[in-house]
């Protein structure tokens, strides 16, 4: 089981929160795309944890309800399921959990018999295109879409400096330019999903995506920053294991810096 595996209960619980959405938003598909034979189902960002066959597993319940109080005596639908993530996601920990998968549905005789449930990874970056044009029914994306693309260029001067020295977010002493970046990429970031989405999802197709904000419109509140702060000090004291005498304090803080924001274009670039 890989560390996120054992570290994403925050993300179970935002996905428990919205479930009735995500369930309801399912069951309208179905009924408004007239109960296809073959429903296909994308989860992008879908990572190597727990996460993602449970909430397959709750979609496919809900479809079978829907299809039961519409149409009982014919066949449930086919189900393919396409998980995405970076080509450099843990795919094999979720396909040995499969077969505890299938057993699990077979077990559920509620609403009729266990359907055919095809499963496959499609990796690649989802700020790109990823399936062909109007052939998914419903895509979810959970605590997935707050990575950016890549690390916004205005983080850097002219001399292509960081302009956000120490800092892998925005700080408290981050200066505006470094808030401008960020929402800038992000707005870039999303136009992209959002108009690679709409050549891939089938008319009357649905979509759930669940991502991270914020309460208030302060970036460097307590309750926003305190994950990157976690984060951060992480980073600063692998960079401090890279000894450097005390007089190159510049140095090391300017190293720091490099390393966050190559974590963040590892982590979520295409």
Same mark, same amino acid.
């Given at each position: ?41 994308? !989860?992008? @960002?879908? &990572? ?8 397959? *597993?709750?979609?496919?319940? /809900? $479809?079978?309800? %829907? ?90 001067? !002219?001399? @292509?400096? &960081? ?8 700080? *408290?002493?981050?200066?505006? /330019? $470094?808030?401008? %970046? ?89």
């Amino acid at each position: 089981m890989t560390d996120y595996a054992r570290n994403s209960s925050v993300q179970k619980k935002a996905s428990d929160k919205t479930k009735h959405i995500t369930l309801e938003t399912v069951q309208q598909l179905y009924k408004e795309t007239r109960r296809p034979k073959s429903l296909k189902i994308a !989860d992008l @960002g879908c &990572s190597s944890g727990p996460n993602t066959l449970s909430t397959i *597993s709750d979609i496919i319940k /809900a $479809v079978k309800f %829907a299809h039961h109080l519409e149409i009982p005596n014919q066949p449930l639908p086919e189900f393919s399921i396409l998980l995405n993530d970076l080509r450099s996601n843990d795919f094999n920990s979720i396909f040995k959990s499969l077969p505890d998968f299938h057993t699990e549905l077979k077990r559920d005789t509620n609403y009729g018999d266990c359907p055919s449930v095809f499963i496959a990874a499609n990796p690649g970056s989802f700020y790109g295109r990823l399936f062909p044009e109007k052939t998914i029914h419903f895509i979810y994306s959970s605590f997935s879409l707050h990575w950016l693309s890549k690390v916004p260029p205005g983080l850097y001067d !002219d001399q @292509g400096k &960081s302009i956000n020295k120490g800092c892998i977010n925005i700080c *408290s002493w981050s200066p505006e /330019a $470094v808030s401008k %970046a960020y929402c800038s990429q992000f707005k870039e970031d999303f136009s992209m999903f959002l108009r690679f989405r709409s050549k891939e999802v089938v008319s009357s197709g649905r979509m759930v995506l669940i991502i991270l904000g914020r309460e208030a419109p302060n970036p460097v509140g307590r309750r926003n920053s305190f994950f990157c702060e976690l984060l951060a000090r992480s980073i600063a004291d692998l960079v401090a294991q890279v000894a450097a005498p005390q007089t190159q304090k510049e140095k090391v803080a300017a190293e720091q810096s490099g390393v966050a924001v190559g974590w963040f274009a590892e982590t979520s670039g295409p």
